[in-house]
């Protein structure tokens, strides 16, 4: 039987992109578009460059398992760090001839041809026989409703659009929104202010650990010197950190217990003045939100310039803030750290199943996937890192990987002339929803708090089973659970 090459296009170049582009060509597929709405690869890496930045997870697990890289400069790398990182490993497997960047999708539709027409920003139309949405979660900043926004005579910034340019050194700023965000931003520009008033809606739970800590004298050499070493090194931080997370978040053991214990003491420790622990103890059981790590923040909120407001925001005026108590505090700069539209993964692209349906209109009530990467209603489309991922678990580069692997049996299947069309069927994909609603049951996710986790419909988007079950249900797809011709 003759083979036919599967046209492949994959919407973004940040973690699950990158992956699932060398994933895709190991296995031997050679038409292979990547479309990157911004002006290089990373991702969320790329779109955030605020001050502070920095990942929360500790470099040597935060990579790619086939680009292993031994010369971190810190044991939590910076947003610049990880963005040349995810630059250079593109460079160096050859992936920067597959991908466009500055080309922003905002259509695709399954057409009577049982294609994809993918539509540019630029007018430009792509056919594809498969499309894959690695489009990523936190990449949609969140505005707030504010009354008098628009009116402030100063700079309004929101962390994920920085403007490098934007001066805050001997300035009167303004913080809005707390989590890893708001913690860091604020960390980073206490020590340069005028004065810096950080606005908390809900106060975080904060670890403590020594974030800014350089990676030890010699390990470099070890690691470039010894890769096997350093690949089992890799495994035994991704896969322990895992499991030690899985168990921590999924189940109500002495670990999270123990976990919860060290939340607390840090804020009991690192504050001493009773007023402001007060603002800063949270209403909720610690781990329930994505958790903050910090090692200066409480540091830089005890400081003589900054302030902690608790009360709410009545309005912005043309030159500060004003918020319900009547109190009116000067600022010359606003910024936002108020995160993202999180639950809308490939949107605002307009994508259009079979049949007309729209992802609007299939996901009504909330994001649905099966197994967090294919969608009843919408053929030949597969997500990698969709609905239910592990961002509060799992590491999302491996996660990334298996996705792929599993799509690319897929497409292994369409070369050879087994398929023309793969479509999951809407049973498969609800009880596959169900398994996960009675999961999320003893997570500490479930244990009441707002958070950036829950949908409109108030589902906790995310993983609730361990890094085994995952590699079970993604080790080789299950025919009975969809449609195929």
């Known amino acids: 039987m003759t083979e036919r090459e599967p046209r492949v296009v994959i919407i973004g170049a940040g973690v699950a992109g990158i992956t699932t582009a060398h994933v895709l060509r190991e296995r031997g597929f050679t038409d292979i578009t990547v479309l990157e709405k911004g002006s290089d690869v990373g991702g969320v890496w790329y779109w955030n460059h605020y001050p502070g930045l920095r990942c929360d997870v500790p470099s040597q697990i935060y990579q790619f398992g086939f680009a292993p890289k031994p010369d971190w400069q810190h044991a939590w790398a ?16 050859g992936l920067a001839e ?29 056919v594809a026989d498969f499309l894959i949405c690695a489009t990523g979660v936190l990449h949609h900043p969140f505005i707030p409703e504010i ?59 904060i670890l403590w650990a020594p974030t800014s800590v350089r990676q030890f004298p010699g390990v470099a050499a070890l690691l470039a010197r010894f890769p096997k070493l350093h ?49 800063l103890q949270p209403d909720y059981e610690p781990l329930c939100k994505r958790q903050v790590v910090s090692g200066t923040y409480y540091r830089a909120i005890r400081a003589d310039n900054a302030d902690l407001i608790t009360e709410g925001i009545a309005e ?13 505090r ?19 692209m307009r994508l259009q199943g079979r049949d007309g349906i729209s992802i609007d209109d299939a996901w009504a009530k909330g994001p649905r996937a099966y197994q967090m990467t294919a969608i009843p209603g919408f053929p030949n489309l597969f997500t990698v890192l969709g609905p239910n991922s592990p961002t509060g678990s799992i590491s999302l580069q491996y ?26 069927t809407d049973q498969a994909t609800t009880r596959f929803n169900d398994d996960v609603a009675i999961a999320m049951g003893p997570t500490v996710w ?23 079950t995952m590699k079970a249900m993604l080790g080789s797809p299950d025919p009975a659970a969809f449609h195929l011709s």
């Open 231 to 279: 690949r089992r090194l890799y495994r035994l931080m991704a896969f322990g950190g895992s499991a030690l997370l899985t168990d921590v978040t999924t189940r109500p053991s002495w670990r999270r217990r123990a976990v919860q214990a060290y939340a607390r003491a840090c804020l009991r420790i690192q504050l001493r003045n009773k007023d402001l622990r007060a603002k």
């Open 316 to 328: 912005v005026t043309p030159h500060g803030i004003r918020t319900a108590d009547g109190t009116h």
């Open 98 to 126: 597959l991908i466009r960047l500055d080309t922003e999708v905002t259509d695709a539709q399954w057409d009577e041809d049982r294609h994809w027409a993918v539509t540019t920003a630029a007018g430009e139309q792509l």
């Open 147 to 205: 009354p008098g926004l628009a009116d402030f005579a100063g700079p309004v910034v929101h962390t994920a659009r920085w403007d490098d340019e934007l001066v805050t050194d001997g300035r009167r700023i303004a913080v809005i929104g707390t989590g890893s965000t708001g913690v860091q931003v604020v960390s980073a520009l206490q020590p340069d202010a005028a004065s810096i008033d950080h606005y908390v809606r809900s106060a975080q739970w």
């Open 399 to 424: 996660t990334s990987e298996l996705t792929a692997r599993y799509i690319a049996q897929w497409l292994t299947k369409f070369r050879t002339g087994e398929l023309t069309t793969v479509e999951v």
């Open 330 to 348: 000067d600022t010359d700069v606003i910024v936002l750290a108020t995160g993202f539209h999180a639950h809308n993964y490939m949107r605002p």
């Open 446 to 468: 479930n244990t009441g708090c707002n958070s950036w986790y829950l949908t409109d419909g108030g589902n906790v988007d995310l993983w609730p089973f361990d890094r085994a």
């Open 78 to 93: 910076t947003g610049a760090a990880i963005q040349r990182y995810h630059r250079d490993v593109v460079e160096q497997l």
